[in-house]
């Protein structure tokens, strides 16, 4: 076998099957090439260990329309920026990666750079940490606090647990409470913490977020506040609708899952469903959501997106990161997870889609190396900054 262009390798099934062992016949193929080019075994292991870490990202299988969009996509970027010699590119510490998504696969390229951490003090990820405010105005430190009881309020009683939720309990007779008795959660830069409502209604809040919510529901609906990221998991009431301001808009649900994205910070205001069904309502505008859409609020226009991948929205949730958007959005979650401020050195290429899937419980370093994989980016952490470099 002759050098070959990355084109000319990723558009062969047979190294895939290989790789992944799917098909005895090509990976008796490889094995052979391998014995005769000794020279090469180091550089085709790297990318055959690439290919299934990025592929455990995901359980879908490589099919044949993957391929066809795969062909597609190395066509538009050879327009773009050329081919080049595949072990050439190689000799000079390059990988190439495949992950499988929801829309085929996707063509990554990673340098030998490597991700500088001034004083090797590399930034340990975020973890459970919330401040919880009583209706008295009383705060209380989660990450202090006890595991079990840690307040009791009008008859309902806050329990906190070991990973990381509190939990309300209201007495059967209710107490005596009053209507305009909020409570408010609020997770720093760097926390994430977990409340169980009064009305059993699950929340798991992200980063630089808060959620405001009543101690007793009443009435004929069930409205929370939320500020940042909250993922819902509504207990279901058909007499009272579960309602969910935010960024202007309000979501209202009977029971569903869905995920709210609201930080300030960021222009965009999704409401992505993941069960059931939702109403998005901004002004007069009101939109009904079904699995897998996203409503987006930007510059006061409330639009739908079709066949969002609620894997990636619900990640956080679930433990790890797992993106497929620009550079500055990806930077904006590292930084409240991480707590740290992002300085660029160069202007990021809005068009440029970045992907890959790593665990939040990972050090900074470790996320970063990642979006290295993916283009021409370099990163260099020094104290609570990350600098951003070509």
Not at 17 to 25: A, I, L, T, V
Not at 325 to 341: A, F, P
């Given at each position: ?10 558009n062969?099934?047979?190294f895939?099957n290989?790789c992944?062992k ?17 020279g090469?075994?180091?550089e085709?292991?790297?990318?055959k260990?690439?290919?299934?870490l990025m592929?455990?990202?995901s359980?879908?299988r490589?099919?044949?329309a993957n391929?066809?969009q795969?062909q597609k996509?190395i066509?538009?970027?050879k327009q773009?920026?050329?081919a080049?010699p595949?072990?050439r ?6 990988a ?8 085929g ?6 340098t ?7 004083g090797n003090?590399?930034?340990e990820?975020?973890?459970h940490?919330?401040?919880?405010i ?11 606090a006890?595991?079990?009881s840690?307040?009791k309020?009008?008859g309902?009683?806050?329990r906190?647990t070991?990973d ?18 909020y409570?408010?959660?609020?997770t720093?830069?760097?926390?994430e913490?977990q ?14 977020s808060?959620?405001?919510y009543?101690?007793k529901?009443?009435g004929?609906e069930?409205?929370?506040e939320?500020?940042?990221e ?14 969910v301001?935010?960024g ?5 649900v009977l029971?569903t899952?869905?995920n709210?994205t ?6 965009v205001?999704?409401?992505t ?7 998005v ?5 009101v939109?009904l ?5 996203q409503?987006?609020l930007?510059?006061n226009?409330l ?5 969002v991948d609620?894997?990636d ?8 990161f797992k993106?497929?958007?620009?550079l500055?959005s990806?930077?904006?979650?590292i930084?409240r ?14 068009d440029l889609?970045?992907s890959?899937?790593?665990s ?7 996320i970063?190396?990642?979006?290295e994989f ?5 990163f260099?952490?020094e104290g609570?900054?990350?600098?951003v470099?070509?």
């Amino acid at each position: 076998m002759q050098d070959k262009d990355i084109g000319q390798l990723v558009n062969q099934e047979s190294f895939l099957n290989y790789c992944f062992k799917r098909n005895d016949e090509d990976v008796r193929y490889w094995e052979k090439w391998l014995i005769e080019n000794p020279g090469h075994q180091q550089e085709v292991e790297n990318l055959k260990q690439m290919l299934i870490l990025m592929g455990e990202g995901s359980r879908k299988r490589i099919t044949e329309a993957n391929f066809a969009q795969l062909q597609k996509k190395i066509k538009r970027s050879k327009q773009g920026a050329g081919a080049y010699p595949f072990w050439r590119k190689w000799s000079i510490a390059a990988a190439v990666a495949l992950v499988i998504s929801g829309t085929g696969l996707l063509l990554y390229v990673n340098t030998d750079k490597q991700v500088e951490i001034a004083g090797n003090q590399d930034i340990e990820p975020g973890g459970h940490k919330a401040t919880l405010i009583l209706a008295n105005g009383q705060r209380l430190n989660l990450a202090d606090a006890q595991n079990g009881s840690i307040a009791k309020q009008s008859g309902v009683r806050i329990r906190k647990t070991i990973d990381g939720q509190i939990i309300y309990e209201v007495s059967e007779t209710g107490g005596n409470i009053s209507a305009d008795e909020y409570n408010i959660i609020e997770t720093p830069v760097g926390g994430e913490y977990q409340v169980d409502l009064p009305d059993k209604t699950h929340v798991w809040l992200n980063s630089g977020s808060s959620l405001r919510y009543p101690l007793k529901f009443t009435g004929n609906e069930r409205r929370v506040e939320l500020r940042g990221e909250g993922y819902f998991e509504v207990a279901h009431n058909k007499a009272m609708p579960f309602k969910v301001s935010s960024g202007g808009q309000t979501v209202e649900v009977l029971g569903t899952h869905f995920n709210v994205t609201a930080y300030e910070d960021e222009k965009v205001v999704k409401t992505t469903l993941l069960q059931g069904s939702v109403k998005v309502a901004y002004g007069d505008v009101v939109k009904l959501l079904v699995p897998g859409q996203q409503a987006q609020l930007t510059k006061n226009k409330l639009n739908v997106v079709d066949d969002v991948d609620v894997e990636d929205v619900a990640a956080w949730k679930n433990g790890y990161f797992k993106f497929n958007e620009s550079l500055e959005s990806i930077m904006n979650k590292i930084s409240r997870w991480y707590g740290v401020e992002v300085v660029y050195q160069m202007k990021p290429d809005a068009d440029l889609t970045y992907s890959g899937k790593i665990s939040r419980a990972r050090k900074i370093s470790a996320i970063l190396k990642i979006i290295e994989f993916n283009g021409d980016v370099h990163f260099k952490v020094e104290g609570r900054k990350v600098y951003v470099t070509k």
